[in-house]
């Protein structure tokens, strides 16, 4: 099995469209959720807030009248097979290779594969079937399937980037991302990949947070600055986003042979399923401590090594409580690794979520620090007994966990090390 690195990212999120940028407001506790106008001006939608893409408008089902960074060259034709999600990619996938201190051209060959993550595009999706059912399908767009379906990343990006190796996608609710770099590092461990280009993307549109509403799982708070709060005793939901990050994964000494800047070493990964609810993870966090326990095992490393643990608390009632059972009958109670959830920051991106939470896990271990659990005022009682660190701290992680969990109990672990160079 050979060693895996990440050695370039690309950011489309709420904190920042770079990573200067959200680096500092992770470390900061700056949280990116706003009082959103469309939300507030529809008296049928019980909330008023979500966090918005900076630089992006892509409200709406036609993508000429979109507005996105003017950094990002892309012509008429190639924009109108795009979804939203597909948009903030492509900008995060170029900032990705040229961080990674590659040429686009470097990615287009059969050693490098394309890993992406995605739930589709709900808005593109109601755009093109409200006006197929309108005016029939002759006076229907050719590309409306390939901008709407889960897929969309998958059509758009390899065949405009001209990847010529593994090109696969994954659609597993919340756990999406994390499924698609867990596959992506199998791929360059076991050798059939030199490269993996990993691409989480979510859109940031109406169709699809609102929804959430209906499951009664969206905070109704009117209060950006306390709205989202995984691990308090008074939450009451979270907070919609979407954006994209991309992170490039190579075989270590690919990577070392031409210098490149390596973030972290990913130690290994692992997936279990609750087997339990459609929605509802177990109560007692089964799935996941079962999730953990097997990265630890398969990776060879102590429970006690673990010095950070990125959580997917979502600021949801049941969700905090399931996770935060699962971490205690792991690593017990006492002092123990740092926790956080930086969803009290961004919200939760969905099938986004994994991939731009390991971002921020890698971006500690660069820039020497641990991200903080903003917003919280009263620690749950379940979470009494874990280091739920409330401020960040200036000490970069040696070894950490990125947990995500997604619909019908799936889970997903992700384990980073400390690279002794970068």
């Not at 408008?57 to 060259?73: A, C, M, R, V």
């Not at 892309?74 to 995060?92: C, G, K, T, V």
């Not at 990993?198 to 709205?227: C, H, K, N, Q, W």
Request: charged residues 20%; contains cysteine.
């Amino acid at each position: 099995m050979r060693n895996v690195v990440v050695t370039g990212m690309g950011l489309v999120t709420c904190l920042g469209l770079d990573r200067p940028s959200v680096s500092g407001r992770l470390r900061r506790l700056e949280h990116g959720i706003q009082r959103f106008q469309p939300f507030i001006d529809d008296p049928k939608v019980p909330i008023s807030l979500a966090a918005p893409i900076p630089g992006f408008q892509t409200e709406g089902g036609d993508p000429e009248d979109w507005t996105f960074p003017s950094s990002l060259k892309l012509r008429m034709e190639q924009i109108r097979s795009l979804s939203p999600n597909a948009l903030y990619a492509h900008y995060a996938l170029q900032q990705a290779v040229a961080d990674a201190g590659l040429e686009l051209e470097d990615i287009g060959n059969e050693r490098t594969g394309l890993f992406t993550a995605s739930s589709g595009s709900a808005g593109m999706t109601y755009f093109h079937m409200e006006r197929l059912k309108r005016v029939g399908p002759m006076r229907c767009s050719p590309l409306g399937i390939v901008a709407s379906i889960a897929g969309t990343l998958n059509f758009n990006l390899s065949a405009m980037y001209k990847f010529q190796g593994a090109s696969t996608g994954f659609v597993s609710a919340c756990a999406s991302s994390g499924h698609a770099m867990g596959y992506a590092w199998d791929s360059i461990a076991l050798g059939r990949q030199d490269r993996a280009v990993v691409v989480g993307a979510e859109d940031f549109t109406y169709e699809t947070i609102v929804p959430f509403a209906g499951m009664r799982v969206l905070s109704p708070s009117e209060d950006p600055d306390t709205a989202s709060r995984p691990f308090d005793a008074r939450r009451d939901g979270f907070v919609g986003t979407g954006g994209s990050v991309v992170l490039v994964l190579e075989d270590e000494e690919t990577a070392l042979a031409r210098k490149a800047p390596i973030y972290a070493r990913m130690r290994g990964w692992s997936q279990t399923t609750d087997g339990y609810h459609i929605a509802a993870s177990h109560p007692d966090g089964d799935g996941l401590r079962r999730a953990i326990e097997d990265v630890l095992r398969t990776s060879g490393t102590e429970r006690e090594a673990i010095d950070y643990i990125n959580a997917h608390a979502t600021s949801t009632q049941a969700g905090d409580v399931s996770e935060c059972r699962a971490l205690k009958s792991v690593f017990g109670v006492g002092k123990g690794p740092r926790i956080s959830s930086t969803k009290a920051l961004t919200g939760h991106a969905l099938s986004l979520s994994s991939i731009m939470e390991a971002a921020f896990v890698l971006i500690g271990i660069r820039d020497g620090f641990t991200p903080g659990s903003a917003h919280i005022s009263q620690l749950d009682a379940e979470a009494e007994g874990l280091n739920i660190i409330r401020e960040s701290v200036e000490e970069a992680p040696q070894l950490a966990l990125s947990n995500s969990s997604g619909f019908g109990g799936a889970n997903v672990c992700l384990l980073f090390e400390k690279p002794e160079c970068g």
